[in-house]
């Protein structure tokens, strides 16, 4: 095992296209990084820029203390797991998981042992003898990552994984590789478009937007305190409400503030009579749609203001302007065409600069 380090990586190509933008974190050993952030963001990139797939074109890529920049794929120690699972269609499962390690001339009896192991781990033992073909999608994506277990590499690299599976399999799949990965101890680096699968299984989330980092922490934090409305508004399904000040009908008590972006999440709105609580807001919405999802129910409301400065929020999730999102316990709820009052206390809200690139309260 190993611990990862980027130093202020960079990715130009011809036509002065920066694609990753001087991006700088560590991975501790033992830890599971997830980068995460919409498609074109670099994160894809930078993972095959650490696998050695992709020159760097400055920075520094360490892995276990040794600078890899230079260093063969194949040199760095390091087992990687594709999207679409690159699996020998000619091989059976067995082949597939061995083929690594009888190019590196490993005894027989050590990649038999090798083998068995994982196949024991990711519950395949039965599958050794088929073809690719004769596998679930799930099941060809266990045979990819046992294919990597059977390594030992101090690294695994996971470019979104389970992208193509079903909803189904892929919470399921998602379960299995955070177990794996707990098991094993293997330092890992995670890429998806998936916020709530990067929430899932991160140790340390890294929020990507346009090749360059938006935030990084632990995923709890990152969502409590996003540091900008891109973070805010990526990070939670559904997307936070962020709204422009000053706004006429957002009564804001929050002393000192007089401009900038307001953010909410919708299970911080509780519906309510009341007047605003001390520091907090009061919105009133007319219900223009709901979704009821089981467990909590969805309302998409408008504001009924008499001024015309619109409701903002980033891509991607976002919302028609003048929509806000509340989310409510249960089934049972407001109609459509109802009006209702949501609050907010003061410490459920989130205060941006006016461009939202920074926070502004604690």
Do not use: W
């Amino acid at each position: 095992m190993a611990n990862v380090a980027l130093r202020n990586v960079q990715k130009t190509y011809p036509g002065s296209v920066e694609a990753i933008k001087g991006i700088s974190f560590e991975v501790d050993d033992g830890q599971f990084c997830v980068l995460v952030g919409p498609s074109g963001c670099g994160k894809s990139t930078l993972l095959r820029m650490v696998a050695g797939l992709e020159t760097i074109t400055s920075g520094e890529i360490d892995i276990g203390g040794r600078i890899v920049n230079q260093i063969e794929p194949a040199e760095r120690d390091i087992a990687m797991v594709f999207q679409n699972y690159a699996l020998y269609p000619h091989m059976s499962v067995y082949n597939n998981m061995a083929y690594g390690l009888r190019n590196r001339g490993m005894p027989k009896g050590e990649i038999d042992s090798r083998v068995q192991e994982a196949a024991r781990i990711l519950e395949i033992g039965p599958m050794l003898d088929r073809k690719p073909r004769q596998l679930s999608g799930g099941q060809r994506q266990r045979v990819a990552m046992g294919r990597a277990i059977v390594r030992q590499p101090k690294v695994f690299l996971f470019d979104e994984p389970l992208s193509n599976l079903d909803a189904k399999l892929r919470l399921a799949m998602r379960v299995e590789i955070r177990k794996l990965q707990r098991r094993l101890q293997t330092t890992s680096i995670y890429v998806t478009h998936d916020q709530l699968e990067a929430m899932t299984l991160a140790d340390i989330l890294v929020v990507m937007n346009g090749g360059q980092v938006e935030q990084i922490g632990n995923p709890l934090a990152i969502y409590q305190k996003p540091v900008t409305t891109f973070v805010a508004s990526f990070i939670g399904a559904p997307p936070m409400n962020l709204i422009r000040l000053p706004d006429s009908d957002v009564k804001l008590e929050a002393a000192g503030v007089e401009a900038g972006i307001l953010g909410i999440r919708p299970e911080d709105l509780l519906m309510s009579n009341d007047a605003a609580p001390a520091g907090g807001i009061v919105l009133d919405l007319n219900v223009e749609a709901i979704e009821r999802v089981g467990a909590e129910t969805y309302l998409y409301g408008v504001r009924t203001q008499q001024g015309d400065t619109p409701a903002v929020s980033a891509k991607p999730g976002e919302l028609p302007p003048g929509e806000i999102l509340v989310r409510i316990p249960g089934q049972s709820g407001p109609a459509i065409g109802e009006r209702i009052r949501a609050v907010a206390t003061g410490e459920k809200l989130h205060l941006f600069s006016a461009d939202g690139r920074k926070r502004i309260n604690p």
